[in-house]
C-alpha cells in the first residue's frame, strides 16, 4: 500500500535487495507468502481502546507489482525494472530452459 500511494503522489519507489532476491520463479500458489503474523509489532496491545475497535492485519510479506518500483539496487548497481528481464537471463539461463527445467525435476 505504501508503494501505490507513492505512485499515487507521484514519489519514486526504491527497492534495495541482494541479487539472490531477484527470481524469475514466483510462488503464486504458495501460502507462505500469504501468512499473517500477530500485529503486535504495528499496534501494541498495551493501546487498548483502540486495539478493542479495530481489526488490524498484518502479513508476513508484501508482493509490490513492478510498474510501483522506480528502480531496483542491488549489490552490481541500480537498475530499471525493464531491465531485470536481462539480469535474470544473465543469472538463470533463457526462460524456454527455466520452464523445461522446472517441470523436468
Same mark, same amino acid.
Request: hydrophobic content about 40%; charged content about 20%; some cysteine.
Given at each position: 500500500?505504501?508503494?501505490?500511494?507513492?505512485?499515487?503522489?507521484?514519489?519514486? @519507489?526504491?527497492?534495495?535487495?541482494?541479487?539472490?532476491?531477484?527470481?524469475?520463479?514466483?510462488?503464486?500458489?504458495?501460502?507462505?507468502?500469504?501468512?499473517l503474523?500477530?500485529?503486535?509489532? =504495528?499496534?501494541?496491545?498495551?493501546?487498548?481502546? $483502540?486495539?478493542n475497535? @479495530?481489526?488490524v492485519?498484518?502479513?508476513?510479506?508484501?508482493? =509490490?507489482?513492478?510498474?510501483? @518500483?522506480?528502480i531496483?539496487?542491488?549489490?552490481?548497481?541500480?537498475? $530499471?525494472?525493464?531491465?531485470?528481464?536481462? $539480469? $535474470?537471463?544473465?543469472n538463470?539461463?533463457?526462460?524456454?530452459?527455466l520452464?523445461?527445467?522446472?517441470?523436468?525435476?
Amino acid at each position: 500500500m505504501v508503494a501505490a500511494a507513492a505512485h499515487h503522489h507521484s514519489t519514486q @519507489v526504491v527497492v534495495c535487495a541482494g541479487p539472490y532476491k531477484h527470481s524469475p520463479w514466483f510462488p503464486f500458489n504458495d501460502d507462505r507468502f500469504n501468512a499473517l503474523v500477530s500485529p503486535d509489532a =504495528v499496534l501494541p496491545y498495551r493501546e487498548g481502546d $483502540l486495539v478493542n475497535n @479495530v481489526d488490524v492485519i498484518s502479513p508476513r510479506y508484501d508482493y =509490490v507489482p513492478p510498474e510501483l @518500483v522506480d528502480i531496483f539496487v542491488d549489490s552490481m548497481g541500480g537498475h $530499471l525494472p525493464s531491465y531485470l528481464y536481462r $539480469l $535474470l537471463q544473465e543469472n538463470y539461463g533463457d526462460a524456454k530452459d527455466l520452464a523445461w527445467n522446472i517441470y523436468d525435476s
